[in-house]
């Protein structure tokens, strides 16, 4: 299979159709914005670049690749990386890295993408998201994975209502800036004594102990200098690996490609390309959280990864129907695995089999002797004691 078959190339069970009406406005290059077909939640939208050669009378076949399995990027020998960049880019329209079988999560959306997704989701006042799945896995619905989606503002159905999320980053926020502007001011209190201080002589082992106190406090105050760099920082609920960047008001093309890599190179994303990744967005900061595994496996085998939008405080998670045992809090394979009378798992696990017992001899019956019968009567007391206790441990 050559590298763009392999890339681009997917079985027509994996097309899904989209009915012409549900498409609320185009693009250049082939983007259009539609109603979701298959919603998660009420008045979802959905982004996508779809092939203008599979479009039908009153039907878009759309190729989704979140349903097939994510592949890890094919390393491209250097004597062949000049040939592939050209063929490439023989192609008349930009192709959307997220129409790929072969996802980088360091660049999943080219600058175009970026913008355009930002401007929809201000135009909306919503909230946009993205996910990429782990590599090995694939989406267990369609129109889920590999594909930007919008949740406009729900004025008349939710209220005043706002995400947990954007409270939690506004706090945040407040909290560094604030943080910011103590950290200068005592600064510039510091700068002041140092002044007053400059003519008094001071000895080496006080300028250690001063170098040593100010190496200290930057490091204590290292998330804080973060922030007032790059507008990044983390939100201390939430003990997974994730990263959150301010934008700016009017955001280019080019920054928000750049505050999406600045987040990448926080979360080392360079060094682990099999991961997946979760995006959210809206006017003011963008989410990113890493994705390693599923939380469920239904009965088919599908895998069932959290939704996107459930970081921002709004949980759809599957369950699992329990009978008997698990309803009585049972967990039964760990209850009988030990006792399974199989070799694989005996030669597997050995420590955790039963300990088998010697077996006990009998003694034949015999008489007595004359003269024996108070020891032996007060031997066989001790016997049945031993037996008693042997039986009680049993």
């Known amino acids: 299979m050559s590298y763009k078959n392999r890339k681009y190339e997917i079985d027509e069970k994996y097309q899904r159709t989209v009915l012409e009406n549900l498409k609320i406005t185009d693009f250049d290059h082939n983007y259009a914005l539609f109603v979701h077909p298959e919603p998660p939640m009420q008045d979802v939208l959905m982004l996508l670049q779809y092939d203008p050669a599979l479009k039908e009378e009153d039907v878009i076949n759309y190729k989704d690749y979140g349903l097939t399995e994510r592949l890890s990027l094919t390393k491209i020998p250097e004597e062949m990386a000049n040939y592939v960049s050209t063929e490439e880019n023989k192609v008349e329209i930009p192709r959307s890295p997220l129409n790929s079988t072969e996802v980088d999560i360091t660049e999943p959306l080219t600058p175009q993408e970026w913008k355009l997704w930002f401007d929809i989701v201000v135009a909306t006042k919503g909230h946009g998201y993205l996910q990429i799945l782990p590599v090995g896995y694939r989406s267990s619905h369609a ?117 999406f890599q600045k987040i990448c190179e926080e979360l080392d994303l360079e060094n682990i390309p099999s991961i997946g990744i979760t995006v959210l967005l809206n006017e003011k900061w963008m989410f990113v959280s890493t994705l390693s595994q599923p939380y469920m496996q239904m009965e088919n085998n599908l895998d069932l990864f959290i939704e996107p939008f459930s970081y921002a405080g709004i949980l759809n998670i599957h369950t699992k129907e329990k009978s008997w045992p698990q309803t009585a809090g049972i967990d039964v394979m760990d209850s009988i695995k030990p006792y399974l009378p199989c070799k694989a798992y005996s030669e597997a696990l050995p420590s955790q089999l039963p300990e088998k017992e010697p077996p006990v001899e009998e003694e034949d019956e015999y008489d007595e002797p004359e003269g024996e019968g108070e020891n032996k009567e007060g031997e066989g007391e001790g016997e049945k004691e031993n037996e008693t206790k042997d039986l009680s441990k049993a």
Not at 156 to 181: C, T
Not at 203 to 216: A, F, G, R, Y
Not at 224 to 241: G, M, Q, R, T, V
Request: charged share 40%; hydrophobic share 25%.
């Open 143 to 259: 129109f889920s994975a590999n594909l930007i989606h919008i949740v406009p503002k729900k004025t008349r159905d939710w209220g005043n209502f706002e995400s947990p999320l954007d409270q939690m980053i506004s706090i945040r926020e407040q909290f560094y800036k604030k943080e910011n502007k103590r950290l200068f001011d005592e600064g510039q209190s510091k700068k002041e004594r140092e002044a007053k201080s400059s003519k008094f002589s001071v000895t080496d082992e006080d300028k250690e102990l001063q170098e040593k106190l100010q190496k200290e406090e930057e490091e204590r105050n290292e998330h804080i200098y973060k922030f007032s760099k790059e507008n990044i920082f983390k939100l201390p609920e939430f003990d997974f690996p994730h990263y959150v960047c301010i934008l700016d008001s009017k955001p280019s093309e080019n920054s928000l490609m750049t505050d």
